[in-house]
């Protein structure tokens, strides 16, 4: 169990008073992850501190962690360990939700100086102005968190054109693999009047915006709330001059058909569809206490494309769940084969402490684990490949990346200009072939044939 929430005040006071000067904002995962790190540079800079421009010259370095698999827990351990050797006079802040799940875990480790977890989040701009002492932390109650802790962010990993806003956090679902809900806390959404105000100044600055959450359906969803994600959508599209909205992971139950007509009918949503998966077969969807069976997700999937014939489709699957036979697994690829995705995100299932599915029986063995990714990540290659083949000759809607020469259509397929054109612009481009990981405007050099 975590510890008992300790008061800032009785923190602040607990030794001599301390400076830092210079800060260092490092995220982990997720888009929410990202939004919350965004977040962390706006309170920081508005206490006095600066941004360094590298880890190594910071004089503070915040780590907004990860905990989704032991992958991203191991890549935290190891990433503390080389801020420590790189920079040892930096003092480290360990945050997000690995601080969350096992903050004595985190705050044994040389350099860590605090761990504080998202239950505390925002005051971590209060706690580094006043009395660090290595080992300290502070991780309470999640579920009793009502803050909403967001900032656009607006770098690199949206091509620094489409900044990626979070509107929702936390998850009321238990699916048995998952310990998101025990890190992130109950579903809370960002106040209507918020959005609206940060998508209005984003849209003087950006064509694109990408809604975002740990849940995002759920946006709305409070007691006594009458709103829904299709409603916000709609004020957004009548209150600000945004160009094109996009959604972010919305689970398939949620992609209700007022959602999905909306999306078809306004030029200005982005056409994207991704539901997260997981299996394909009936039983393993049991196992993992999902909300729905392949029959429902492939209506939803059906209706989108009814109404959007060329939108992108994409799903999260997970392969190795405790107990999925090779029947049960033969079952999940002839489902996703049966259904028009355009890409996947394959994961391997990771046992996360805490959950039921990593105390279940009949565990995969590893190396079966990793056949079953690469018969899925195949299959996705060559959906995607027939989905690109079929653009060739069609004009798309994209908006330009900030690396030169390079764009991303409306239904999310990378594009290679001919012409380079500046940075975040919505603009009509034809296709002309497909490349390795893409489209080819039409007149680049280097067409791939389109084969039937």
């Known amino acids: 169990m975590p510890p008992a929430p300790v008061s800032a005040r009785a923190w602040a006071h607990a030794g001599i008073m301390a400076t ?29 501190l600066q941004a360094a421009g ?8 915040v780590l907004n962690t990860c905990t989704v698999t032991s992958a991203a827990d191991e890549d935290v351990r190891q990433t503390l360990r ?24 985190l705050a044994s480790m040389p350099g860590v100086e605090w761990v504080v ?34 900032s656009p962010v607006e770098d690199a990993a949206g091509g620094r054109t489409r900044p990626n806003l979070k509107i929702q956090d936390g998850c009321n679902n238990r699916c048995s693999f998952c310990i998101i809900p025990f890190v992130r806390g109950r579903s809370r959404s960002a106040p209507p009047e918020q959005v609206i105000e940060q998508v209005r100044q984003l849209s003087a600055r950006y064509r694109e915006v990408v809604l975002s959450g740990i849940n995002l359906g759920r946006w709305g969803r409070e007691p006594g709330s009458r709103m829904r994600l299709a409603d916000l ?14 959604l972010s992971s919305v689970e398939p139950m949620d992609f209700s058909t007022d959602l999905l007509g909306l999306m078809a009918a306004s030029p200005r949503i982005a056409k994207h569809v991704h539901a997260p998966l997981q299996s394909g077969s009936d039983r393993v969807l049991r196992l993992m206490h999902r909300k729905y069976r392949p029959r429902h997700y492939a209506d939803r ?16 699957v997970m392969v190795g769940f405790p107990g999925e036979t090779d029947a049960d697994f033969e079952e999940s690829r002839q489902f996703i084969e049966s259904l028009p995705f355009t890409y996947l995100h394959v994961f391997t299932y990771s046992a996360r402490p805490g959950t039921p599915a990593a105390e279940m029986p009949r565990q995969v063995p590893r190396r079966v684990r990793k056949e079953r990714n690469r018969i899925l990540r195949e299959l996705a290659a060559r959906k995607n490949l027939a989905f690109r083949r079929g653009m060739v000759g069609r004009t798309l809607s994209v908006v330009t990346l900030n690396e030169p020469g390079t764009a991303l259509s ?20 034809k296709i002309g072939g497909v490349a390795d990981e893409g489209l080819l405007e039409a007149g680049s050099i280097g067409v791939l044939p389109v084969l039937s």
Do not use: W
């Open 117 to 150: 977890g998202n239950s505390h989040k925002t005051q971590i701009a209060d706690l580094v102005t006043a009395a660090p002492y290595h080992g300290n932390i502070l991780v309470g109650d999640i579920f009793a968190r009502q803050e909403f802790l967001s």
């Open 301 to 316: 999937i059906h209706e989108a494309r009814r109404l959007m014939p060329d939108c992108a489709v994409g799903a999260d």
């Open 20 to 48: 830092v000067g210079t800060f260092f904002v490092q995220n982990f995962g997720c888009r929410a992850t990202q939004a919350d790190g965004a977040a962390l540079e706006t309170l920081l800079s508005a206490k006095g």
């Open 82 to 105: 080389r801020v420590h050797r790189e920079n040892p006079c930096a003092r480290i802040l360990v945050t997000g939700c690995y601080a969350q799940r096992a903050p004595e875990e």
């Open 54 to 61: 590298e880890r190594r010259h910071a004089e503070l370095v």
């Open 233 to 246: 959508i709609r004020l957004l599209l009548d209150e600000t001059p945004i160009e094109r909205l996009r």
């Open 410 to 429: 409306g239904n999310y397929l990378n594009i290679v200009l001919v012409q380079p054109r500046e940075p975040n612009r919505l603009c009509e481009v």
